[in-house]
């Protein structure tokens, strides 16, 4: 088998495992198996051509090997979302939360929206279990994409995050329970831990101040603009559940608020996990 082949078996192997690692969670709860019913079909749909996208961009960053155009980078894209749909459909049966007697429409709808966190786990199984010459050329990449590349990485990371926690009923509960000034403190608190993971605990792989960067430069550009990315990914995510319809305004900020802060830790700590 050539090299490449070998390899790419390999990073497809590691891919089956991120899936199931990743997507265990949400195969799991009840929230997600309702919702796979009852979604409307055409947010479904936006939010699986939406992860398509953003597994693109994974895949230039981690994907299953080193990629050199947005053919395959594409390809990469369609393989994880594959190894999603495979991974959901199995699990979901095996766990009998899929049965024989159900409507067609039913099973797709279940097995589709559990494909979108078990295909991104299946993009990040290379990041998460690959070898140390993986992650110098990931690195690499990194360094090379800007600020631009640190943006998306914001986007993917607070997805990660925000889906795990979107589909709960707990966060319209939080949200429901807590006050103006409980929502103040939550999104405070929000935007100074994205600012201190990123930037001042040092993780392995996270950012260093920008050279000649002041602290004003660095936490305008950086760190307000990837919780205005979490703010952002955390509506969509919402909207594409349907917690926004026939709320108010203010319960909808609440709502934002709150799930804005997982997608602002996931949004920080991007580059560990992506």
Do not use: C
């Amino acid at each position: 088998m050539p090299v490449t082949s070998e390899r790419y078996a390999i990073g497809l192997a590691r891919a089956f495992g991120g899936a199931i690692i990743f997507g265990i969670p949400l195969l799991m709860t009840m929230e997600m198996w309702s919702l796979g019913f009852s979604m409307g079909r055409g947010r479904l749909l936006l939010l699986m051509v939406f992860t398509l996208a953003v597994l693109v961009g994974l895949s230039y960053f981690s994907g299953f090997e080193k990629t050199f155009s947005l053919k395959e980078d594409a390809m990469d894209a369609f393989a994880a979302f594959g190894v999603g749909v495979i991974t959901s459909a199995v699990l979901l049966v095996v766990l009998a939360v899929i049965t024989f007697d159900m409507t067609w429409s039913e099973i797709v709808g279940r097995v589709a929206l559990q494909s979108v966190p078990a295909s991104i786990g299946a993009m990040l199984g290379r990041k998460q279990l690959g070898d140390e010459q993986d992650m110098d050329a990931e690195e690499e990449r990194k360094r090379e994409a800007g600020y631009g590349g640190e943006l998306f990485l914001m986007v993917a990371g607070a997805l990660f995050l925000a889906f795990n926690m979107a589909p709960t009923e707990e966060m319209i509960l939080i949200a429901f329970q807590m006050t103006p000034w409980h929502v103040l403190a939550l999104g405070v608190l929000s935007i100074l831990l994205l600012h201190v993971f990123v930037y001042s605990i040092g993780f392995s792989g996270q950012e260093s101040r920008p050279e000649g960067g002041t602290f004003l430069t660095t936490f305008l550009h950086f760190t307000l603009a990837g919780y205005g990315v979490a703010l952002l990914v955390s509506f969509y995510v919402l909207w594409s559940f349907g917690r926004t319809d026939g709320v108010s305004v203010a319960e909808i900020a609440n709502m934002l608020v709150v799930l804005g802060f997982p997608a602002s830790l996931g949004a920080a700590t991007a580059r560990l996990v992506v």
